[in-house]
Structure formats: structure tokens, C-alpha cells
């Protein structure tokens, strides 16, 4: 991973705002990958992220549906949880790896837990890596994988 900045947050609301701004660079055709322990973060992340492509949907994990689609802002948000996904093979039989075809995606995907789905996303994108600190305090890292 190329490491594009990294930024320390103090709490939920720091770490949804760094996420609601960097909704505001993006336009549709991007993936993200989202790593970090359980209660690192992720869906306050996510929370962030899609009220920053101006959406007012409401944003819950998608632990058991496994994907959310928020829409109502600039582009679609598919939001994937992979946790109980046991390989990128049962990710494609289920169908989702056409979200991650950059030619022909039409909104934004935000990916949790990229490591249970290894080789799933094969083309360029950006992970952010949560890093639960101490109390609300995060390290956020943004990088490119390409």
C-alpha cells in the first residue's frame, strides 16, 4: 500500500468528519477497503462517508444482509461487510464481484473487512485502515493499492 496521509481523531464525530470529507473529493467509480479490529470504527466511518455524498440515508453494519445501498446524494454507496465471508469465491458466487469492475460501477463502494474475501478487488483502490486507540481516539490511514 502507497500511504496517502494518515490523521488522528479524538472521537466519533472527528472520525465521521474525516470521512464526510473525503466523500466530498470522490465521485463514483471508486472502491475503498476498510480494515481494523472489531470497534475499530468502520461503520462510524461509513456513517461519515455517506453523508458526505450528501445521502440522509440511514447507516447500519451490514453484518448479516451483508450489503447496504445508501442512495440519495451524488452516486450510490454500496456498503459491503465481508466478516462472515469465508473467501473471495463464496463473495462471487453470491454475485459481488461486479461491484468492483471500475468500467461499469455506478456509485461509490465501501468494502469492510477486505481480508476475509482476499483477491476479491482486483483493481486499484484506496484503503483506509482504522486503528483503535485509546477511548474514542483513532489513527486513520488512507493509502492506495493499485
Request: proline share 3%; aromatic share 8%.
Amino acid at each position: 500500500m502507497e500511504k496517502i496521509f494518515s490523521v488522528i481523531t479524538n472521537s466519533e464525530e472527528e472520525t465521521m468528519a474525516v470521512a464526510e470529507k473525503l466523500a466530498s473529493t470522490v465521485g463514483k467509480g471508486v472502491v475503498f477497503t476498510l480494515k481494523g479490529d472489531l470497534g475499530a470504527g468502520k461503520t462510524r466511518f461509513v456513517k461519515g462517508f455517506v453523508k458526505g455524498v450528501g445521502s440522509s440515508d440511514l447507516v447500519t453494519s451490514p453484518t448479516f444482509t451483508l450489503l447496504n445501498v445508501y442512495e440519495g446524494g451524488k452516486c450510490p454507496i454500496y456498503h459491503f461487510d465481508m466478516y462472515r465471508l469465508s473467501s473471495a469465491q463464496e463473495a462471487e458466487e453470491l454475485g459481488f464481484n461486479e461491484y468492483f469492475d471500475l468500467k461499469s460501477l455506478d456509485g461509490i463502494v465501501l468494502l469492510e473487512w477486505p481480508e476475509q474475501v482476499e483477491g476479491l478487488v482486483k483493481c486499484p483502490h484506496i484503503e483506509i485502515e482504522l486503528q483503535k486507540l485509546d477511548g474514542d481516539r483513532r489513527k486513520i490511514i488512507v493509502g492506495a493499492e493499485k
